[in-house]
């Protein structure tokens, strides 16, 4: 089964696991989703995430992090979608939540946070925003 929107469905299975207060959340790997991965681990957001490598097909599983039962990620949305890809330069960067959340940005130096890509000053897409 091939998806149109791997991201959004990684989005969404992260949402739902959370509603339902799981532990770990299981979805189809990629290189992609695991640069996202390691990211939202970097930031706080989540606590751990491993690629399981069974029957050919790699699998991204995401260890999700609580504070006092609630999840840390209260909000996690896709801006970039296949139907309509949203591009920004450095300057333009948004700021999520005045700097407590951030923005993944897509770049020509790589997948990247917000913060990061002003430093360096480099735009691109802006995949989704965290908070």
Do not use: W
Not at 62 to 83: D, T
Not at 94 to 99: D, H, S, T, V, Y
């Amino acid at each position: 089964m091939s998806l149109s929107d791997p991201i959004g469905d990684m989005i969404a299975r992260v949402k739902n696991a959370q509603a339902r207060n799981h532990k770990k959340v299981e979805l189809p790997s990629s290189n992609f989703k695991t640069k996202i991965a390691d990211i939202l681990k970097n930031e706080g957001f989540i606590k751990d995430f491993k690629i399981n490598v069974e029957d050919k097909k790699p699998t991204l599983s995401l260890e999700l992090k609580y504070h006092s039962g609630n999840p840390v990620i209260s909000a996690f949305e896709r801006v970039s979608k296949p139907g309509r890809r949203i591009f920004s330069s450095a300057s333009g960067l948004p700021r999520i939540n005045n700097g407590l959340g951030i923005a993944i940005i897509s770049t020509p130096k790589g997948v990247m946070t917000d913060i990061d890509a002003r430093k360096q000053k480099v735009g691109g897409e802006i995949i989704c925003k965290v908070f």
